[in-house]
C-alpha cells in the first residue's frame, strides 16, 4: 500500500509505532521496521545521550530498514540536554524524529541540518498547523482515545482527522485508538495517510516488558482507562490499578489544589517497576481505550501482515461491495 507516509519515510506499510517510554527500545522498533512499519525508538528512556546513541547501534544491528527516534518535549523538573540527545541521533544516522509534547520549534534547525524528516505528534488541529508552519514533515495526529497524553481539548479522532484533513497540506497519520485493518481503513478514509500505534504494539511477543503487562492489556476493556492529572493539565490516559485509584482519590481530595508533589508516590518511577518488573498496580503507565481491542499477543510481524491483509478484503469486498457496477464502471473501478 503506498501512501504519501510510506513514500516519504521509505517503508513498506504505512504503520508507525509511537515512541513508549520503557517499551520503545531496539527490539521493539526493530521488529516493526523489519516487519515493513516504521519502528521508534523512545530517546528520553536513555538515561543519556551516550545510552540512546547505544540504543541506536544496537537498532542498527538488528534491522536494516529505516526506524526513527522519540524526542519527547514534557515538562519536567530539570530539562534533558536535549540539543546532545539530537547530536546523538544525527550521528547515529537517523534520517526520521518523531516529536512530541511541546513544539519542537526551536530543534528544528538541528534536526533539519542532519538531514532529518520530523514527524510531530500533536493532539490539535491549531498545534498541527504550527507544525506544518514550523517545517515539519508530517503530523501524528493523536486523537481523545489515545494512550498517553491526550491533551486538553477532548476532541476524538472520528472529528479530529477530517479537521486536520481540511488544514493540513502536509502528510499525517492517525494516532490515538488504532489496532486493526477496521482501524487502518477508517483512518485512511478520514483523511490519514497511515497510523500510528502505542498500545497495540505493547501486546506483541517481542516488545520487552513484562509479560504481566501483556496479560493486562489482553484481560482489559475498553472501560479501563482512566484520565489523571488534569487538574495539572497535563492530562493522561492510564490503565486502571490500585495505584492509579489511589492517585485520583487523592485528586478528588485535593481539586483544583493539586500539585505535582501530592501525586510523587503514583506517577514518579512507576515505568521501570510496571514495564521490567510486572508490578501491575505500582501506578500510572499510559494506556489508550483501544487496549478493548486487543485480545491477543501475537508476533510484530503477525499483527503488520494480518492488519494488512485484512485492509485489502475491507477494501476490496466490504467497501467495493457498497458500490454499484454502474457507479464502478462511472468511475472506471475494476
Ligand atoms: C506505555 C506508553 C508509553 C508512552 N510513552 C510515550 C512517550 O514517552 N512519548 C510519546 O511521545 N508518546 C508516548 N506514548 C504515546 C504513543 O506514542 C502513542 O501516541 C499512543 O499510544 C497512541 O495511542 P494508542 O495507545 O491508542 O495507540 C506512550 C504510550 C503508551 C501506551
Known amino acids: 500500500m503506498k501512501t504519501a507516509i510510506t513514500e516519504m519515510f ?88 518523531e516529536t512530541a509534547g511541546r513544539s519542537p520549534e526551536q530543534y528544528m534547525p538541528a534536526l533539519k541540518a542532519g538531514g532529518i524528516k520530523v514527524i510531530h505528534k500533536c493532539t490539535s488541529v491549531r498545534h498541527s498547523l504550527k507544525a506544518e508552519q514550523i517545517g515539519c514533515d508530517a503530523v501524528s495526529v493523536d486523537g481523545f482515545e489515545c494512550g498517553g497524553h491526550p491533551g486538553e481539548d477532548d476532541m476524538p479522532n472520528m472529528i479530529l482527522l477530517p479537521r486536520a484533513a481540511e488544514e493540513l497540506k502536509i502528510p499525517f497519520v492517525a494516532s490515538g485508538g488504532m489496532a486493526d485493518a477496521r482501524s487502518l481503513v477508517a483512518a485512511l478514509a478520514l483523511g490519514a495517510a497511515g497510523m500510528n500505534m502505542g498500545t497495540r504494539f505493547i501486546a506483541t511477543k517481542e516488545a520487552p516488558v513484562h509479560d504481566n503487562v501483556k496479560r493486562a492489556l489482553v484481560d482489559a476493556t475498553e472501560l479501563d482507562t482512566r484520565l489523571v492529572m488534569r487538574a495539572l493539565r497535563n492530562t493522561e490516559r ?61 508476533t510484530v510481524k503477525e499483527l503488520i501482515d494480518r492488519i494488512m491483509a485484512d485492509a485489502e478484503r475491507i477494501i476490496l469486498d466490504r467497501l467495493a461491495g457498497f458500490v454499484g457496477a454502474e457507479s464502478k464502471a462511472a468511475l472506471r473501478v475494476a
Open 10 to 97: 521509505g517503508i513498506e506499510h504505512p504503520i508507525i509505532q509511537g515512541g513508549m517510554h520503557y517499551v520503545g527500545f531496539a527490539e521493539l522498533a526493530a521488529a516493526v521496521s523489519n516487519a515493513g512499519g516504521l519502528g521508534i525508538i523512545t530517546g528520553l528512556t536513555q538515561k543519556t545521550p551516550e545510552l540512546l546513541a547505544k540504543e541506536i547501534a544496537r537498532c542498527h544491528d538488528l534491522t536494516d530498514k529505516p526506524f526513527g527516534v522519540n524526542l519527547t518535549f514534557l515538562p519536567t523538573f530539570s530539562a534533558p540536554p536535549y540539543p546532545e540527545y539530537i547530536a546523538a541521533i544525527r550521528e547515529g544516522g537517523i534520517k526520521i524524529v
Open 238 to 298: 492510564v490503565l486502571k490499578n490500585k495505584g492509579v485509584d489511589r492517585l485520583i482519590e487523592i485528586e478528588r481530595e485535593k481539586g483544583a489544589k493539586l500539585q505535582i508533589a501530592d501525586i510523587h508516590a503514583e506517577v514518579a518511577g512507576v515505568y521501570p517497576k510496571v514495564m521490567i518488573d510486572g508490578e501491575m498496580d505500582a501506578g500510572a503507565w499510559s494506556c489508550g481505550m483501544v487496549v478493548g481491542l486487543i485480545k491477543d499477543v501475537p
